[in-house]
């Protein structure tokens, strides 16, 4: 199994930033794809994933305000979101994708809050 833990979540007003931050831990071998994505009421999007060797892929609405990166020895993925709109309000969910036995698993994290509001 693999555990996912986030943070970082928030009420920040529009234009601010905020980092998200996704621990997994457990048996974390043979992850090769960690991702963002958020549920708002009706609609659930993928913002962003990084994969084992670094590539990046963005949702065409957070494209030059969102960036993700990792940090392989703290096995953690990140979130660095800027110029935050309202439309950004969504509960965030850290993803993970592992090959085992020839089958692609996900696991998911609980999730964390982001309000952006005046």
């Known amino acids: 199994q693999v555990q996912l833990v986030e943070s970082g979540g928030g009420l920040v007003q529009p234009g601010g930033s905020l980092r998200l931050s996704c621990a997994a831990s457990?048996?974390?071998?043979?992850?090769?794809?960690m991702g963002w994505y958020r549920q708002a009421p009706g609609k659930r999007e993928l913002v962003a994933t990084i994969s084992s060797g670094g590539t990046t892929n963005y949702a065409d609405s957070v494209k030059g305000r969102f960036t993700i990166s990792r940090d392989n020895a703290k096995n953690t993925v990140y979130l660095q979101m800027n110029s935050l709109k309202p439309e950004d309000t969504a509960v965030y969910y850290c993803n993970a994708k592992r090959t085992l036995l020839g089958n692609d698993v996900n696991y998911w994290g609980q999730g964390t809050q982001v309000t952006v509001s005046t």
């Open positions: 457990g048996r974390i071998f043979n992850i090769y794809l």
